[in-house]
């Protein structure tokens, strides 16, 4: 392909498109010659600087993880611990989860004071079979979270599970949108959960959704093990 200089009026939909044309590199690319390659691969150097100089932003951000896949709230639970480890304070709240003593949990507690971890719930709601007790319990989370999100010292808040609170119609939300949009300017906030309501995606910045491909569980009969679900 043609290599051409980067001008300043480039913008930045097509510094977006150069990139994907230009490709990640490897032997995923047509080169065969080194010397072409290495000019394509520092020409995508040139495209990446400029894409990133030019997103210099900074807020906190809604993420939400959903979908029916494994691995919603551990990717939560990594961003935590990408968090602590940059000193901030992070709030973890879970919703529903709690029948259980996670094994990040304990991981977690050379961190101290710097996490908040509090888990509300008693189960899932075929364990529970108290509708009520479960509502009470959400709602106790909900002001929990609150406390958190409202808090500036606190770099990230995670509301675990609490898209699933939504769909069970334990807590509004409206009133959970209006609780994160008000939120300190910086505070990153995740919230995690299957089948996260159109009006968070919405206005959520980071949005993804674990797709089920495979389970042990439902495929082979394999049990929730140590290490893997908890």
Do not use: C
Request: hydrophobic share 35%; net charge neutral; aromatic share 6%.
């Amino acid at each position: 392909m043609e290599i051409k200089l980067i001008e300043e009026e480039t913008s930045l939909d097509d510094l977006d498109q150069e990139s994907k044309a230009l490709g990640m590199g490897g032997f995923s690319v047509t080169e065969s010659d080194e010397i072409k390659y290495k000019e394509r691969m520092k020409r995508r150097k040139e495209v990446q600087s400029k894409r990133v100089k030019e997103r210099d932003l900074e807020k906190g951000l809604i993420i939400v993880f959903t979908g029916q896949g494994k691995g919603k709230t551990t990717a939560a639970l990594g961003m935590a611990l990408r968090t602590l480890g940059h000193g901030e304070n992070v709030a973890i709240v879970q919703f529903i989860k709690g029948g259980w003593d996670p094994g990040e949990s304990k991981a977690l507690k050379v961190y101290g004071n710097a996490l908040k971890w509090h888990s509300f719930g008693e189960g899932f709601t075929w364990e529970t079979q108290n509708r009520e007790r479960d509502q009470e319990l959400t709602h106790k989370a909900w002001e929990k979270s609150i406390l958190y999100l409202s808090n500036p010292d606190y770099k990230l808040v995670i509301l675990d599970e609490i898209n699933i609170a939504i769909k069970l119609g334990y807590i509004s939300l409206a009133e959970v949108l209006s609780s994160i949009k008000t939120r300190p300017a910086l505070t990153h906030v995740v919230l995690t959960g299957r089948g996260a309501k159109k009006e968070l995606i919405d206005i959520s910045d980071l949005v993804t959704e674990m797709n089920l491909m495979k389970h042990p569980f439902r495929e082979q009969g394999v049990k929730a093990q140590r290490g893997v679900e908890f």
